[in-house]
């Protein structure tokens, strides 16, 4: 995921707050581990901006498994 604003991590959630709105990632503690790095990027108008990435590293070391995501 790829936001210019600012990622928390709380708990077992991702939470992203523009204004009066926030989305919300849900995610399983158990299976993976949320980490926010900030990158510097030139935008289609070509101005630098910062922006968030937000990867997970999956805890599990099955071959196969389902990752599921609830944003709300």
Do not use: Q, W
Not at 16 to 42: F, Q, V, W
Not at 52 to 71: A, G, H, L, Q, W
Request: net charge negative; glycine share 6%; aromatic share 10%.
């Amino acid at each position: 995921f790829v936001t210019t604003y600012m990622p928390i991590i709380i708990g077992d959630v991702v939470e992203i707050k523009a204004g009066n709105t926030t989305a919300r990632i849900c995610y399983d503690k158990g299976k993976m581990t949320p980490s926010i790095l900030e990158h510097t990027h030139i935008d289609h108008s070509g101005e630098e901006v910062i922006v968030y990435s937000i990867d997970f590293v999956i805890k599990m070391e099955e071959p196969n498994f389902i990752c599921i995501f609830e944003i709300r």
